[in-house]
């Protein structure tokens, strides 16, 4: 079936406001274009001004039935569409042509019951490696090239830091300093950080010698001749070969940043595999950084700062994003609490904490 050509027009005034004037990232209005192709396949093409509250229910019922590799799509997924389009036809409602048929509070039936919203953004438990793992990770990686050495100095450095993949893959030397072990995640610089945020972090030392394995790597390429506008974690050497093929070579790197994260994960699972444990992603590792750092505050100052270096704005993201822990932690945690009602903790020091808690 050929696309409604004045939903196409109106679409692309759409997506430019939601790039030029709300700031949506490229990944943002990706999700909300594949929302909208789904729309627009239930009611075939038809014209987004014939949008009305019977249409939206029906949508609903047959998006909830939606399938992905053979399984009804979760009521994550299920709300996510929805918002998406409910933005988007939020914003049709002010739009000349539209807003005569489009009311705002017909749009509110793409809204999910109290029930299902409750439900979707529920967050599991997610399943992350111990500091045993990493340093046993790190330690069975005999430094034979500068390539091994780059990997073990890699695996530290995300969990020192607890920055996302993206970010490291697109810090430059510079942006760290040895003395201080600051990190200077900055845009402008180009660190891609989560919706471009800028945020000047400290390395968490966990434990001495995986901060050694990172010191030790930055004199290294430091010594090597690297600038601070070149990659902290470079790629491996490219070697073109006589027949026109290219391979990555596993000895050498070279100054030039990675292409995405795929080759960084391609690390992690490479490294785990020859050590005989379980594969871990990288971002994996940030849920231990914040399990590992949050462990050691004992004042709502402590737990501010620390939420803080990983870039989030109130300490509630921190907990509720990387602070749920699966059964068996959880039931360990309690099992140790101390209910004999000695005071294990200063009065002021736990108002002080929920104070910062709530607050947040």
Same mark, same amino acid.
């Given at each position: 079936m050929k696309p409604n050509i004045k939903n196409e027009r109106i679409k692309r005034r759409f997506f430019r406001w939601l790039k030029e004037a709300n700031g949506c990232c490229e990944a943002t209005a990706g999700n909300v274009e594949k929302a909208l192709s789904l729309y627009e396949d239930f009611t075939g093409y038809a014209d987004f001004a014939s949008y009305n509250p019977n249409t939206a229910i029906e949508f609903k019922k047959r998006l909830k039935e939606r399938k992905y590799r053979g399984k009804t799509i979760s009521l994550t997924t299920y709300h996510g569409y929805l918002k998406n389009i409910k933005k988007f036809f939020l914003w049709l409602s002010w739009q000349d042509g539209y807003k005569s048929k489009i009311k705002p509070d017909m749009v509110d039936y793409l809204n999910i019951s109290d029930k299902e919203? !409750?439900?979707?953004?529920? /967050? %599991? &438990?997610?399943?992350? &490696? #111990?500091?045993d793992y990493v340093i046993k990770l790190t330690d069975s990686i005999a430094v034979n090239t500068e390539v091994d050495s780059r990997d073990r100095a890699l695996?530290?450095? /995300?969990?020192? #830091?607890?920055? !996302?993949? %993206?970010s490291i893959a697109t810090l430059p030397l510079g942006c760290f300093d040895e003395e201080t072990q600051t990190i200077n995640q900055d845009p402008r610089l180009g660190v891609q950080t989560k919706f471009s945020k800028c945020n000047r972090s400290v390395l968490f030392n966990f434990d001495d010698k995986l901060v050694k394995h990172v010191t030790g790597w930055i004199s290294y390429i430091k010594a090597r001749g690297f600038g601070s506008r070149d990659p902290l974690f470079p790629r491996s050497k490219i070697r073109q070969e006589e027949n026109g093929l290219s391979f990555e070579d596993s000895l050498e790197i070279e100054p030039v940043y990675w292409q995405g994260t795929g080759s960084i994960r391609k690390i992690f699972k490479k490294r785990s595999r020859e050590a005989g444990l379980p594969y871990f992603s990288p971002h994996t590792f940030r849920h231990l950084a914040v399990d590992l750092a949050i462990q050691n505050c004992r004042t709502g100052e402590?737990? %501010?700062?620390? #939420?803080?270096?990983?870039?989030h704005e109130y300490i509630a993201t921190t907990f509720s994003s990387y602070g749920n822990y699966d059964q068996n932690r959880? /039931?360990?945690?309690? %099992?140790?609490?101390?209910?004999?009602g000695k005071p294990s903790m200063p009065e002021a020091q736990k108002l002080e904490l929920i104070r910062n808690i709530a607050n947040s």
């Open positions: 919203e !409750r439900i979707a953004r529920q /967050t %599991k &438990p997610i399943n992350y &490696p #111990s500091l695996i530290s450095f /995300t969990l020192l #830091s607890g920055m !996302r993949v %993206k402590q737990i %501010k700062a620390v #939420s803080q270096n990983f870039g959880l /039931t360990g945690i309690i %099992k140790k609490m101390d209910f004999s």
